[in-house]
């Protein structure tokens, strides 16, 4: 979602701060998911258990990975243009 906005500028550049829906969204969804998680009575709800910091880690960087493989192209563009 945030590497899409530009074919060359990275997505840290100004995205969130360009359009605070987009930071909304993203903070909500966190948020939720965080709460689906860690607080008991929500995670009794939907049958959940707090998962250990290092598995946390490991989903974050998994689901992160195309952010970042999208950045190292975008780094790769600007440095031929």
């Known amino acids: 979602m945030l590497n899409c906005r530009s074919a ?3 997505a840290f550049s100004a ?6 829906w987009l930071a909304a969204g993203l903070a909500l969804s966190v ?3 965080v709460s689906v998680l ?4 929500i995670a009794a709800v ?7 910091a290092s598995s946390l880690a490991l989903i974050a960087l998994t689901a992160s990975a195309a952010l970042w493989m999208e950045e190292l192209r975008k780094v790769a563009v600007r440095r031929r243009l």
């Open 46 to 52: 939907f049958h959940t258990v707090p998962l250990p």
């Open 15 to 20: 995205t969130l701060r360009s359009n605070r």
């Open 31 to 33: 948020a939720l998911q």
């Open 38 to 41: 860690c607080v008991p009575d």
């Open 8 to 10: 060359t500028a990275s």
